[in-house]
DNA sequence: TTAACCAGTTTGTATTATAAACCAGAGCGG
DNA sequence: CCGCTCTGGTTTATAATACAAACTGGTTAA
């Protein structure tokens, strides 16, 4: 009924532009790694390491570092359940606010 | 192609969901008093007006005050041409990088 | 040995969303 | 008339944060 002030509730985690891409590239792979992840997004690696310890701390992803011949670290992050809830979420959401801001204009206020 | 990139050049001015807020609501009743506005928001009154007053600045609404019995001001705001192509711009981009990153999923990378 | 490179992390900065404080006038109560 | 509160906002202050630049620790190349 009031479509808006639902706006403003959004997942700000999520929300995030640099960040709904991480979350949409990875929902679409299920596990990527770091250096993929970042010509996906076009992010700054610094960038992309910053938006990822946030997901991360959030619950969203799962990081883990492997060590390619015990010496050349390799980053791969999964999207975690949570994550893929929050995303498909955040999406119903903004469809579910849409649908009625739609509603709205026809009906002129 | 590569949608996730899109994703951060998003109209970030529209992408704030306070302002996507704002921009909705006004898309729908081309015309809105402050406190009116407050109301279908839920936002304060501060908050309000500096996100009116960023928008005003790029030019998505028109703001103007009158004085009610010479008085009592009384602020309309309405959406300006540019604001709604840039809101529906808006909406269509998102529409468009949603729908690449379904096909995305499909695929499996 | 030095230079350049890989794979990231940490630090710094500049922006900005938000709330709190403020302001000017209006309409009371006493 | 003098405070007090209400209306309708604006300005100021602060806390978060997006982003890039600088840094780290190890590796290969010359």
Not at 92 to 101: F, N, P
Request: glycine share 4%.
């Amino acid at each position: 009924m009031m479509p808006f002030k639902e706006m403003t509730r959004l997942d700000k985690l999520i929300h995030e532009p640099a960040r709904l891409a991480i979350m949409s590239a990875l929902d679409a792979c299920t596990m990527a790694e770091f250096l993929f992840l970042q010509e996906l997004t076009g992010l700054t690696k610094g960038n992309l390491s910053s938006h990822l310890s946030k997901l991360e701390k959030a619950g969203y992803v799962a990081i883990s570092k492997q060590f390619v011949r015990k010496k050349i670290p390799h980053t791969t992050i999964r999207i975690s359940h949570e994550g893929k809830t929050a995303l498909h979420n955040y999406w119903e959401q903004l469809d579910r606010i849409r649908e009625v801001t739609k509603q709205w204009q026809k009906k002129g206020i």
